[in-house]
């Protein structure tokens, strides 16, 4: 395990060196433009960044961490919960995954005005986008970690005499762990980006509506700021997400 | 030799540990039953092996055995009571360990006792402790599954069997994925767990020596579709050990059987040939 992080680290240091070759180019040539309402400098977003650290820390982070622990709250209880029922019974798998595959058809960027008429400024406008966001990969990831739940381990339990409770909770609980845990890892950036744009398309606060608001303003570094921050928690809680599986799937690629 | 047997069971007041009547089997896929008006015993505490080509029926005997199949005809009876309805009524050992990777060694073997839920927790711990001790593995329940070697899973995963509480175990090619060396070691070891525990035992086998060393009588499975089993006793006395496979009455078998499975092996392809040769 340990010799297994330590070499994700070593492969990190190409990314990393990547990253710093991107940055400085962005701010020499932030610098030569000089327009920080087109492209503002990197050090001019950090420099926003910490000017605005009241607003967007006490205020507009909080209000769309709200909406994305909601809209991860309602995704994972709908999409492991049709997973489940997809799984164990046929007909709801023929009548639902038609259904799940279709509300990934919706351009769900056009149809979000309509739920603010629907909810308002309310939080429910915005955790409807995101959870359309991000239900989809953890129905569909968890579907599959079931449906490859191995056949001779099912039959095993059938041996023993197991009943269908049993096989579900001592069997394909635990063996769809990994998928679950894979679909949570894109499903929480994805969460953060939905509710990022609910709040682009109508809100009071949070960071997609700061952002937005800043672009009228044409503050250039202003618009980056609060993004940054939407990647940095994205990153964040997909960390913890991560370190989550590592705690729980403690076995896992031993199958 | 199979009239000897007959009235020879007729005799036994005891019901058999297996019986299939009169047992048809047809899957869904084929156009003939795999299975047709089978019949054959096992008496308690036999050790039966049934050999037979790949792809001839074997393993869908034992799943009928085991339930995970359902027969169209007949009857198959353990211990006198016709396998119906919901209690399982044999210990099955796969081809593979099948350890769950999330439960450690112990958990594993304690997981049959567990779904029964008869048992209180300190009577699986202390069964379970006996079962490791009993294949080798004292020691070893609290480590995961992938910390062993591969002969040392499939002994946790025959302890595993045991604790089904059944009397008659399958045993589907249990030591087929092992190297070799392990595999001659398991077999040695699987017969002393037989003598000590007195279990009957039905073992799958593709290894006529396998069957030769380890059975006290041979179903060979000569035909495809299957309607009869060939019941071959094997002359060699107990304790066996590498050696009894030098002995001639080994070798007049081995190469007995091997004859009639290649014989089988013939008929089946021409067939094969002459059914393609008429759908194009």
Redesign the interface.
């Known amino acids: 395990m340990r010799s297994g992080r330590s070499g994700t680290r070593a492969a990190n240091l190409p990314a990393a060196v990547l990253v710093f070759i991107l940055l400085v180019f962005w701010q020499a040539s932030a610098m030569k433009l000089d327009a920080a309402y087109i492209l503002p400098s990197p050090t001019q977003i950090l420099r926003k960044l910490y000017e605005l650290r009241g607003p967007l820390f006490t205020a507009h982070l909080p209000a769309t961490m709200r909406v994305v622990g909601i809209s991860l709250a309602i995704s994972v209880v709908l999409g492991a919960g049709l997973a489940v029922l997809m799984e164990e019974s046929e007909a709801c798998a023929h009548a639902l995954y038609p259904l799940v595959i279709a509300s990934q058809t919706i351009p769900t960027t056009a149809l979000a005005p309509l739920f603010v008429l629907w909810f308002g400024y309310s939080v429910w406008s915005k955790v409807l986008v995101s959870v359309l966001f991000t239900f989809f990969p953890i129905t569909i990831t968890v579907y599959d970690g079931f449906r490859s739940v191995r056949t001779e381990m099912k039959e095993l339990m059938f041996t023993f005499g197991a009943s269908r409770a049993q096989v579900f909770f001592k069997l394909k609980v635990p063996a769809v762990l990994p998928a679950f845990f894979s679909a949570m890892k894109m499903a929480v950036p994805l969460s953060v980006v939905g509710a990022a744009i609910g709040e682009w398309l109508g809100a009071q606060s949070g960071l997609g509506y700061f952002s937005r608001r800043m672009m009228t303003q044409l503050d250039g570094a202003g618009v980056f700021a609060p993004v940054i921050l939407l990647s940095a928690s994205a990153l964040i809680l997909t960390g913890i997400v991560a370190v989550l599986e590592r705690w729980f799937v403690y076995w896992r690629g031993d199958v | 030799m199979t009239a000897k047997e007959e009235t020879l069971l007729a005799g036994e007041g005891e019901p058999c540990a297996l019986e299939f009547r009169d047992v048809r089997f047809q899957y869904d896929s084929e156009d003939f039953s795999i299975i047709d008006r089978l019949s054959f015993r096992v008496r308690k505490g036999e050790f039966v092996s049934v050999i037979g080509a790949s792809g001839c029926g074997k393993s869908t005997v034992f799943r009928l055995v085991?339930?995970?199949l359902v027969p169209a005809e007949g009857t198959i009876l353990v211990n006198g009571e016709p396998v119906t309805g919901?209690?399982?009524c044999?210990?099955?050992m796969?081809q593979?360990d099948?350890l769950?990777?999330?439960r450690t060694v112990a958990e594993n073997v304690r997981?049959?006792m567990?779904?029964?839920g008869t048992f209180t927790m300190e009577e699986m711990e202390r069964k379970t402790e006996e079962a490791l001790r009993s294949v080798g593995l004292d020691g070893w329940g609290n480590k995961?599954?992938?910390e062993l070697s591969g002969g040392m899973r499939q002994r946790a995963a025959f302890a595993r069997t045991l604790l089904?509480g059944q009397d008659l175990l399958l045993l589907d090619e249990p030591f087929s994925a092992l190297d070799y060396l392990t595999r001659v070691s398991m077999r040695e070891w699987l017969l002393k767990q037989w003598e000590k525990e007195r279990k009957t035992v039905l073992f799958i086998t593709h290894d006529v020596e396998e069957a030769i060393f380890l059975s006290t009588r041979i179903l060979a499975a000569e035909a495809s579709p299957v309607t009869h089993l060939r019941s071959v006793d094997v002359p060699l006395p107990y304790p066996r050990t590498i050696k009894s496979l030098a002995e001639p009455e080994a070798i007049r078998l081995k190469e007995a059987l091997i004859g009639l499975l290649r014989r089988q092996e013939r008929a089946d392809r021409p067939q094969d040939d002459a059914a393609g040769g008429g759908a194009s």
């Open positions: 085991n339930r995970l919901k209690n399982q044999c210990g099955y796969p593979q099948l769950f990777p999330w997981l049959p567990e779904i029964r995961a599954p992938k089904t």
